[in-house]
């Protein structure tokens, strides 16, 4: 059932246009620009031919089957309208990315519970409304631009959010080196919800990640059962909108619903052995982490550094998050200790290494005796930035070392992160997630060895 | 007595070397290209020449009186025979940035109370040894190399860390809209210490800002009461290495002493009034904020957004991090009606105005309105980065109204940081404050209401 909104073999968009700029024009030419290789339908009553695709008076003129329906209307008595002639149609399938329905009140809830009506009686299934769409390399229906091919990766991202298919999508697509392969706004949910793509993205073996971002939970039952579920089987995110009274206050004006109380939800989060993310910049960094890196048994963290100060900083912010700096084994420190001149301990200061052999060589060397440590379940290196700091970006050294280890690395960038962002994506970000702060990268891996450790003690 | 260490009118550079690349090297390039206007005498038994300089046998050997000394020898011996050489010649101020003493135990410490002993007879300040320099628009003697003039601005940046004076100072010159004037690397502090530089740039009218980390107190009653005085007259940023039992192990090989206990160090911080930061970023995020922003009375903030669910997002950070969300006045809401289709609230939600009178009119008119509003302190205000933003950021909408209102301002730019990084630096970066995540911002902002609500208090 939820393959029809991902997907489809035909689509049709009512309130197409052919003006560039308008919402219609936009997902006519994002589905265009998407590997989506099935009947594309614009729907307008006034034009004859959009972006050279043949333009329909109605939903019911279409000849044959169709799989999924987009509406974009100005009025949400159109939008009743569209979804009946859905229902004439045998539409299974409808995504409506308007406004103006239950998240206004009055009126709009009126129009909103219409759509439902309709739609239950007809067995069709509604996604929004007041949503951005889907964006995925198999169909983009986003009212923003998007502009490249998305990755088809295996992270997906979904939730009460516009700008998750909008300018996030787009900005990840564009900037980014998260490796998303769907992105899907839910609006108002009026029908598909959480649950629903939980189970669907759960069960579906290319998607590794799910990060999600819910300002209501439609059924606490429901979702506590299948997060649970699905959260055993691979990490899901979650990010609560309106945890707090003001937020709360916010949501109500955004979504149009009570959001859900801080407390019941994170204890309902905690039970299902979801992941917490505190902003939307970590629901996609920890997917970021958790979709490139293997998963650790423990703790216990590696703190690889070149300079003292920031190695000191980074062991108290792994205290704090519940990370471990354990003494490295007697056979490892005596491995080591040509290379250093004072005693190897935890952080591993590279810089005495690096003044003997170099720095790319250091890398290629010292830290993977150090990480190969069995007391040591992860790192954190930390990359000063300096000049050949490059080189080893460039050889790739860092990536080589963690897939012959096994063992998962966050970087963190706090010197040069600007000037080597480009270098560091391009080359390395896409297998090591990269963080511009010290607080981002071990809060990130604090997360993954959470879920590492409780995963293994399931399987123990 | 401290100026001879930051407005020196002559320098000797011990271990000077004419190989780039030596440390001894980049330190004489470094003080030829800073706007040091003062007699440059390079010491090395060896060479006759460095960068054109005319090179002495030994500190004894240079005519004329000599402000600062500058030593980077090989071994800690020489760097004793060097300090005595400094009190023949009756030299008041020396810079140690060669490693090996205090840090190292056993012998470098015999050295390190060596040097303090001759200094302390001799009336000569020490600063180090086991340091990275000074960066300033006057003097560089980092052993790192600094490319760019120091913008000559209003924060210092000092403290217990090699990484600040190099790498990080570099960084920041290159890099960053950071407008530092001064960075200072302290080392072992075997002399000068956090209490003269803090009295020192305390008293210092062109220093508005006062980053430091430290990872052990020399004098707790001392510093109590000197931050108290510097803290009430200007923002003082406090990074504390070793909180934790895993970082102060670190800080025992990093710096060779025993960090200072997390619980006694947080009350005094808590005491004096200095503003705690976690991490490096936050050493430089939080400075940044405070030296560009007026300070707020109180902690109402407004929350300006493009997309409700970022709205919602940042509200509860906010209310994460003690920053409230009144409601806008009634005249405030009326002014602002025709504006939106729903009722005007906080967060303010810009995108039913932007949709109206676009993005940049919507910044002019509806922004400022809703900042004016007597309830509010404070704004955060979240860029999505899509195309239009950049009109508005080029045009300096923000940083006019920032100027206009007189109220602080924190950006937030979750969608499109990487791309328009650049720009947002160039033209945006100086004035007003841009994170790249919502939590970063909103912490931020907390602090400099807590700071401008301390002393609002204090001054009625």
Redesign the interface.
């Known amino acids: 059932m939820m393959d029809l909104f991902f997907k489809p073999e035909s689509i049709a968009v009512i309130g197409a246009s052919g003006t560039p700029g308008k919402l219609g024009y936009v997902i006519v030419k994002n589905i265009a620009d998407s590997d989506f290789a099935g009947d594309l339908y614009p729907v307008n009553p006034k034009s004859d031919e959009i972006l050279g695709y043949k333009v329909y008076r109605s939903v019911t003129e279409i000849p044959g089957e169709l799989d999924l329906v987009v509406t974009v209307l100005p009025t949400p008595k159109m939008t009743v309208a569209t979804v009946e002639e859905c229902a004439k149609k045998g539409v299974k399938a409808v995504i409506i990315e308007s406004a103006g329905f239950a998240e206004?009140g009055g009126e709009g809830k009126v129009f909103q519970q219409q759509i439902v009506d309709i739609a239950k009686q007809n067995n069709i299934r509604l996604m929004g409304p007041n949503c951005s769409g889907i964006v995925s390399r198999d169909i983009v229906t986003s009212i923003y631009p998007i502009t490249k091919k998305v990755p088809g990766g295996n992270v997906v991202l979904i939730?009460?959010?516009?700008?998750?298919a909008a300018?996030?999508a787009?900005?990840i697509v564009?900037?980014?080196s998260l490796n998303i392969s769907r992105v899907c706004s839910i609006g108002n949910k009026c029908d598909v919800n959480e649950n629903d793509l939980l189970e669907y993205f759960g069960n579906d073996d290319g998607v590794d990640v799910i990060s999600m971002?819910l300002?209501t939970i439609t059924d606490g039952r429901k979702l506590v059962r299948i997060a649970k579920e699905v959260a055993a089987k691979k990490p899901v995110i979650f990010?609560?909108?309106?945890?707090?009274?003001?937020?709360a206050?916010?949501?109500m004006?955004?979504?149009g619903s009570i959001?859900s109380n801080a407390r019941i939800v994170e204890a309902a989060v905690k039970q299902t052995g979801m992941i917490m993310a505190?902003?939307?910049?970590?629901l996609k960094d920890f997917a970021k982490v958790f979709s490139t890196q293997p998963l650790p048994k423990g703790n216990r963290v590696a703190?690889i550094t070149l300079?003292?100060?920031?190695?000191?900083?980074v062991?108290?912010?792994?205290?704090?998050h519940g990370l471990?700096?354990p003494k490295l084994r007697e056979e490892t420190r005596e491995k080591l200790k040509d290379m250093f001149?004072?005693?190897v301990?935890?952080?591993v200061?590279l810089y005495f290494s690096v003044t003997k052999i170099g720095f790319t060589k250091t890398l290629e060397t010292t830290f993977p005796d150090a990480f190969r440590d069995p007391n040591i379940d992860a790192a954190v290196v930390i990359l000063?930035?300096?000049k050949y700091t490059r080189e080893a970006v460039e050889k790739k050294i860092i990536q080589k070392i963690v897939r012959e280890v096994g063992k998962p690395v966050v970087v963190c960038m706090?010197?040069?992160y600007?000037?080597y962002?480009n270098v560091i994506?391009d080359e390395m970000g896409k297998e090591i997630p990269v963080f511009?702060?010290?607080?981002?990268g071990v809060k990130a891996l604090s997360r993954l060895c959470e879920y590492g450790i409780r995963k293994h003690k399931k399987s123990a």
Chains 1, 2 share one sequence.
Do not use: W
């Open positions: 206004m939730g009460q959010s516009g700008l998750l300018g996030m787009s900005d564009e900037n980014e971002y300002e990010l609560s909108g309106g945890r707090t009274e003001a937020g206050r916010a949501a004006s955004h979504t959001a505190d902003d939307f910049t970590e703190v300079a003292g100060s920031v190695g000191v900083n062991s108290d912010l792994c205290a704090a471990e700096l001149d004072t005693p301990s935890n952080p200061d000063a930035g300096f706090i010197v040069g600007n000037k962002k994506m511009p702060s010290l607080i981002s």
